[in-house]
């Protein structure tokens, strides 16, 4: 995504909306394959390298921060290694060590210009088995600026034979291990993914968002669930109004609380309504709306509204789906594959009828029987999120739903009354079994239209 400071947006009275570019535009489209090109000539070459070649461009052309947004998002497809056949650091301390016991390297020497720090480059080299420019090279090649670019979308320098093939550079947040649907970097594959990132860097400081999608529900709410977002989920239809139930649903709406409002504005969670949003032009028909904190009007406590739908000509590079919300999803869907056990654990995709609101459990767990237990999956929320969270499960009255509730959290059995004895505690990941042995008590004929009480 893009920095702050290379957001660009208008603000009127009340609101701010980002200055997208028109992808069509001649000027942008040759600004986008200019860069792109001189990524591709600098593989292999160094960062610091890079960078000169992106800030020439950059004064030749008005649109500064245009130029430096493109050139911000290639680099997010980038990997820089440190190329050098000893480690940087070995190499230093050998040469310091030589140069103490006889003289010191006051400066960094042109190789033949000065033969008293020559001889003491020539004897690290020697004693390192390296030649005299490698040893020079590569003394500070783990600087950043001296770093080597190696890798670019899927294009690997081949001037770097340890760079893995099969690996993946883009990301969808800093500790996921979950990639992007893969993606060729074309012109208009960089345009529209900066017009993405700049409606994203207006999410930095949302303090709440509302979405409305009227199709790919699993889709959606899947990214709201893997970024962590606390949501509320209400049934709506086809004009965006609330319905009383989900049987006369035409679509869903989702408020998110976002940064400023749960965390006193933590950017790693307005990160993650960023990352979030990407997920909404999946959809055919979407509608977003924001809150966002106005730092620089010098009123406190003042929002801006910040509204995107699908005709803002916004598009993805998600994949359809995300596989699991979570790393302990993830680790006991694994698990479960190991496991003897006839049950299966399915993601799940119904929506639980609340009344008002709805209720999108993790998974189902099924017997070949057609017995079936929904499964849902309790981990780290703010305590306000959490008390909104069990109020749904209690409200969802289903005899065949059972959960499992993270240790850390604030909470206790007397928080699940009347179900606690369907309620599986865990501290850092799920067993299997204990889930196979609820679920063996608890499960339904998974034919019947409903399980309450």
Same mark, same amino acid.
């Given at each position: 995504?893009?920095?702050?400071d290379?957001?660009?947006s208008?603000?009127?009275?009340?609101?701010?909306?980002?200055?997208?570019?028109?992808?069509d535009?001649?000027?942008?489209?040759?600004?986008?394959?200019?860069?792109?090109q001189? &990524?591709?000539?600098?593989l292999g070459?160094?960062?610091?390298?890079?960078?000169?070649?992106?800030?020439?461009?950059?004064?030749s052309?008005?649109?500064?921060k245009?130029?430096?947004?493109?050139?911000?998002l290639?680099?997010?497809?980038?990997?820089? #290694?440190?190329?050098?056949p000893?480690?940087? /650091?070995?190499?230093?301390q050998?040469?310091?060590?030589?140069?103490?016991?006889?003289?010191?390297?006051?400066r960094?020497?042109?190789?033949?210009e000065d033969?008293?720090?020559?001889?003491?480059?020539?004897?690290?080299?020697?004693?390192?088995?390296?030649?005299?420019?490698?040893?020079y090279?590569? $003394?500070?090649a783990d600087?950043?600026e001296? =770093?080597?670019?190696? !890798?670019?979308?899927?294009?690997?320098?081949?001037?770097?034979?340890?760079a893995?093939?099969?690996?993946?550079?883009?990301?969808?947040?800093?500790?996921?291990?979950?990639s992007?649907?893969?993606d060729?970097?074309?012109?208009?594959?960089?345009?529209? /993914?900066?017009?993405?990132?700049?409606?994203?860097?207006?999410?930095?400081?949302?303090t709440?968002?509302?979405?409305?999608?009227?199709d790919?529900?699993?889709t959606?709410?899947?990214?709201?669930?893997?970024f962590?977002?606390?949501?509320?989920?209400?049934? +709506?239809?086809?004009?965006?109004n609330?319905?009383?139930?989900?049987?006369?649903?035409?679509?869903?709406?989702?408020?998110?609380?976002?940064?400023?409002s749960? &965390?006193?504005?933590?950017r790693?969670?307005?990160?993650?309504?960023?990352?979030?949003?990407?997920? @909404?032009p999946?959809?055919?028909?979407w509608? $977003?709306?924001?809150?966002? %904190?106005?730092?620089?009007?010098?009123?406190?406590? !003042?929002t %801006?509204?910040?509204?995107?739908?699908?005709s803002?000509?916004?598009?993805?590079?998600?994949?359809?789906?995300?596989?699991?919300?979570?790393?302990?999803? /993830?680790?006991?869907?694994?698990?479960?594959?190991r496991?003897?056990?006839?049950?299966?654990?399915?993601r #799940?995709?119904?929506?639980?009828?609340?009344?008002?609101e709805v209720?999108l459990?993790?998974?189902?767990?099924?017997?070949?029987?057609?017995?079936r237990?929904v499964?849902?999956?309790?981990?780290?929320w703010?305590?306000?999120?959490?008390?909104? =969270?069990?109020?749904? +499960?209690?409200?969802?009255?289903?005899?065949?739903?059972?959960?499992a509730?993270?240790?850390?959290?604030?909470?206790?059995?007397?928080d699940f009354e009347? $179900?606690?004895? /369907?309620?599986?505690?865990?501290?850092?990941?799920?067993?299997?079994?204990?889930?196979v042995? @609820?679920?063996e #008590?608890?499960?339904?004929?998974? !034919?019947?239209?409903?399980?309450?009480?």
């Open positions: 995504m893009l920095t702050a290379l957001a660009r208008r603000t009127d009275e009340n609101s701010i909306t980002p200055l997208l570019i028109d992808t535009e001649q000027q942008y489209r040759e600004t986008a394959a200019e860069l792109i001189i &990524f591709e000539e600098h070459e160094s960062r610091g390298e890079l960078e000169d070649t992106i800030d020439q461009l950059t004064v052309d008005t649109d500064y245009i130029v430096q947004g493109l050139a911000k290639l680099k997010d497809e980038c990997e820089f #290694e440190t190329v050098a000893v480690d940087s /650091r070995e190499i230093r050998e040469l310091f060590e030589v140069a103490n016991r006889n003289h010191p390297i006051v960094q020497p042109t190789l033949g033969t008293q720090s020559v001889w003491i480059y020539s004897t690290v080299a020697d004693r390192l088995g390296i030649s005299l420019e490698e040893c090279r590569g $003394m500070y600087l950043e001296n =770093k080597r670019l190696v !890798r670019f979308g899927h294009r690997v320098s081949d001037k770097y034979e340890g893995d093939e099969s690996s993946t550079t883009t990301r969808l947040t800093g500790d996921s291990e979950e992007y649907a893969e060729t970097i074309t012109v208009d594959w960089l345009l529209t /993914r900066y017009n993405l990132a700049l409606a994203q860097a207006e999410l930095y400081d949302a709440e968002m509302w979405i409305r999608v009227w790919s529900f699993a959606v709410f899947s990214y709201v669930k893997l962590g977002l606390m949501h509320r989920i209400y049934p +709506i239809d086809s004009d965006g609330r319905v009383p139930s989900t049987d006369v649903a035409d679509g869903y709406e989702a408020i998110l609380d976002g940064a400023a749960l &965390f006193s504005k933590s790693k969670y307005g990160i993650r309504m960023a990352n979030f949003l990407p997920a @909404l999946l959809c055919d028909r509608e $977003m709306e924001a809150d966002i %904190l106005d730092d620089e009007s010098g009123s406190a406590g !003042r %801006l509204s910040f509204e995107l739908d699908s803002s000509g916004l598009s993805s590079h998600y994949s359809a789906q995300g596989e699991f919300d979570s790393d302990v999803e /993830r680790t006991l869907a694994q698990k479960w594959e496991m003897n056990t006839d049950w299966k654990l399915v #799940e995709d119904d929506v639980l009828d609340l009344g008002a209720m459990p993790d998974f189902a767990i099924e017997h070949p029987d057609g017995r237990v499964f849902e999956i309790v981990g780290f703010t305590p306000e999120y959490l008390d909104k =969270k069990l109020a749904k +499960i209690r409200d969802a009255d289903r005899d065949n739903l059972i959960v509730v993270s240790e850390r959290l604030d909470c206790s059995s007397d009347g $179900m606690d004895d /369907r309620v599986l505690w865990f501290k850092s990941g799920i067993h299997v079994y204990d889930v042995e @609820l679920a #008590e608890y499960a339904v004929d998974g !034919r019947a239209p409903d399980h309450r009480h």
